[in-house]
Nanobody, 127 residues
């Protein structure tokens, strides 16, 4: 049984910071393609960032590059998304996802390539 548990969402003012966490249980966290997606009502789910845990190579959407950092802590089976300089446009439900047997790992992969998903955590950025 695989479970991804997300936490760390909340409400912040523009320019603020949040750190999202996603802890995996029920399987070994290694050689995974893991990603953060976000979605707002009426819009398509979009990928924010991805990381291949086997190498640590990271990928980012242009809209968050330089502001967000994806990282992982393999011994603790935890994925993080550090979000700095938050903007109102960052407001969304954020989801973590994992592909334990990726043929490749890069920004822009179909969401259908990911086998496991968290429940989502809400991030709201407003003044």
């Amino acid at each position: 049984q695989v479970q991804l548990k997300e936490s760390g969402g909340g409400s912040v003012r523009p320019g603020g910071s949040l750190r999202l966490s996603c802890t995996a249980s029920g399987y070994t966290y290694s050689h995974n393609c893991m990603a953060w997606f976000r979605q707002t009502p009426g819009k398509e789910r979009e990928e924010v960032a991805a990381v291949y845990t086997g190498s640590g190579v990271e990928y980012y959407a242009d809209s968050v590059k330089g502001r967000f950092t994806i990282s992982h802590d393999s011994p603790r089976n935890t994925l993080y998304l550090q979000m700095n300089s938050l903007k109102p446009e960052d407001t969304a439900m954020y989801y973590c996802a994992a592909d334990p047997s990726p043929a490749d790992c890069y920004y822009g992969r179909s969401e259908h390539e990911y086998d496991h998903w968290g429940q989502g955590t809400q991030v709201t950025v407003s003044s």
